[in-house]
């Protein structure tokens, strides 16, 4: 039976990581222009958790 290991955390790659979120938002804000529904409220959910990765990236 093979265990799951947790990834270590690479710090390096923490600048990448930020740039690809904040783009992942914008364009999640662009594509609510023309979502409706539960298409919409789950954009804007996972644009909350966005936010809240961003205001917290860096303090692990």
Do not use: C, H, W
Request: net charge neutral; charged share 45%; no cysteine.
């Amino acid at each position: 039976m093979s265990r799951i290991l947790p990834t270590p955390d690479d710090s390096a790659n923490d600048v990448e990581r930020l740039k690809k979120t904040i783009d992942n938002k914008r364009k999640a804000e662009e594509a609510m222009k023309y979502a409706e529904g539960a298409e919409l409220a789950a954009i804007q959910e996972k644009n909350e958790r966005r936010e809240e990765a961003m205001k917290n990236f860096g303090k692990y």
